[in-house]
């Protein structure tokens, strides 16, 4: 197959598309370069990095409408470590599991072990979703808000009629920072910085609320085994003082800091909702118009704002299209390795500037054409 040049046109100004990690914004690195560099190689104990911290705990108050009574707990590793945290720490008896996808199923699987009851899983056809439903025994209900692997969006809200003590725990890895939501409608909405907070991986973030808090400081006072690693008291211990049980990435904090600073300063989250619904809204129209694309996630209310998923039909290769669109500069559109489809995968989280969307819609219109 001869070189596919996309022309100058259709080039974005930037051309990172991944879910994870995201594009970093210029004038994040430009601050690092700086500021940030001052801070390497010191002591997360002392004054400067805690301050750091602090500016970070404060800000996703800030951008989370400030609820009363509410925390930002962080602690080392990704969601994948605050899965395995929440199974030893935070869950007392049973979980349900609403699962649209793979990260979902992946609680699910950590919160199978041999100190709880099985949990009930929801699985719901890769594409859509189902709901919670309130079950009796059921002590903690947990969902993603944002299915990375599927473009699949689940509204932030309790169930109704669960039992007076039960949680909802809120995988907002990819959706926090890009969708807004009502921080009352959950108990513990947590995250990993590398998406649309335009962060590194590596510590894990969560807005715990009273009730929640409460709970893991008395099954933390029980006989139950909890590694020091995986202990959420001691994370909330370690988040009161403005520091992590270990060493943290200085740089991950510093580009959240710039990340969070940025948002709040353009008008919250409702400012970074507008700006992933309006790019989200691009592509989603466009497969619809499209002679060979159409939107995965069949019903529009499923669908994700910041992530989006276009199937394309059998006579365009999906594969073929990532591959030139790649090496021309506009990377990490390829779909999740996992789900085996024939399409693409974008990314439209806050750092995202619409007008390099349309440039990429018109770039796959051009290499489509190409290969025809």
Not at 336 to 351: I, M, P, S
């Amino acid at each position: 197959m001869p070189e596919i040049i996309i022309p100058e046109e259709f080039l974005p100004a930037d051309g990172r598309f991944g879910c994870g990690p995201s594009r970093v914004r210029p004038a994040q690195i430009s601050a690092f370069a700086t500021a940030g560099a001052k801070l390497m190689g010191t002591s997360h104990r002392q004054a400067p990095v805690k301050n750091l911290v602090k500016r970070v705990q404060e800000g996703l108050m800030d951008l989370f409408h400030n609820p009363a009574g509410y925390e930002i707990v962080m602690g080392n590793g990704g969601s994948t470590a605050f899965w395995d945290a929440a199974a030893f720490s935070m869950v007392e008896k049973k979980a349900q599991n609403l699962v649209h996808g793979e990260f979902g199923a992946k609680f699910a699987t950590a919160l199978t072990n041999p100190w709880l009851d099985k949990p009930t899983v929801i699985n719901g056809t890769p594409g859509s979703r189902l709901e919670l439903v309130a079950e009796a025994g059921v002590d903690s209900y947990a969902y993603a808000q944002n299915e990375t692997s599927t473009g699949v969006v689940t509204p932030v809200t309790r169930v109704q009629g669960v039992d007076s003590n039960a949680l909802f725990f809120t995988d907002a890895t990819s959706a926090a920072g890009g969708i807004d939501f009502d921080p009352l409608q959950t108990d513990v909405y947590y995250f990993a910085p590398q998406k649309n907070f335009a962060s590194d991986g590596g510590l894990w973030f969560a807005l715990m609320s009273p009730a929640a808090i409460e709970r893991t400081e008395r099954i933390a006072a029980t006989d139950r085994y909890i590694p020091e690693f995986l202990s959420v008291k001691t994370a909330i211990d370690n988040s009161r003082l403005n520091q992590t049980l270990n060493t943290p990435a200085i740089s991950t904090l510093f580009l959240l800091a710039e990340q969070i600073d940025w948002m709040n300063e353009n008008g919250g989250l409702a400012w970074a909702d507008s700006r992933t619904r309006a790019a989200s809204d691009h592509l989603y129209n466009w497969a619809d118009a499209s002679s060979f694309a159409t939107p995965f996630v069949a019903n529009p209310e499923h669908r994700s704002q910041v992530v989006v998923t276009i199937d394309f039909d059998d006579a365009v290769d999906a594969a073929a299209v990532a591959k030139v669109l790649r090496a021309n500069g506009l990377v990490d559109t390829e779909p999740y390795r996992k789900l085996g489809r024939n399409q693409l995968r974008v990314a439209t989280f806050t750092a995202t500037e619409l007008a390099d969307v349309k440039a990429l819609t018109g770039a796959i219109d051009y290499v489509v054409g190409q290969l025809a």
